[in-house]
């Protein structure tokens, strides 16, 4: 099994930019896609963005073009979400999730290990 453990969550100023990170650990020797997925309170669940297995390819969601990226570092079996330009409407419960398979994929039914999640809280 592999288990998702995220960090990086921390107050930040309106406009301004935050790191995210997962690291993956146990059974990291299969090949797997991870995902971003944010969730507030109230909400649907949103997809943020995903990155393949070599790291080559990803996605990324509506809620994120053009101000959020992702990355990965496989020698860490780390992903990382870069933000920029923060929002008000970006807190949220951000949650890594690694789907079996390395293709990225913007539905959370494919990803079967999910991370506790890391707070995001309002920009001030």
């Known amino acids: 099994q592999v288990q998702l453990v995220e960090s990086g969550g921390g107050s930040v100023q309106d406009g301004g930019s935050l790191r995210l990170s997962c690291v993956a650990s146990?059974?990291?020797?299969?090949?797997?896609?991870m995902g971003w997925f944010r969730q507030s309170p109230g909400k649907e669940r949103e997809f943020v963005a995903a990155?393949?297995?070599?790291?080559?390819?990803?996605r990324i969601g509506d809620v994120a073009k053009g101000r959020f990226s992702v990355s990965r570092d496989t020698g860490k079996n780390t992903i990382f979400l870069h933000m920029s330009n923060l929002k008000s409407e970006d807190t949220a419960m951000y949650h890594c999730?690694?789907?079996?398979?390395?293709?990225?994929?913007?539905?959370?039914?494919?990803?079967?290990?999910w991370g506790a999640g890391v707070q995001v809280p309002p920009s001030s």
């Open positions: 999730a690694a789907a079996f398979g390395g293709t990225p994929s913007a539905d959370f039914s494919d990803y079967k290990l």
């Open positions: 990155i393949g297995w070599s790291g080559a390819s990803t």
């Open positions: 146990g059974r990291t020797d299969r090949r797997y896609a």
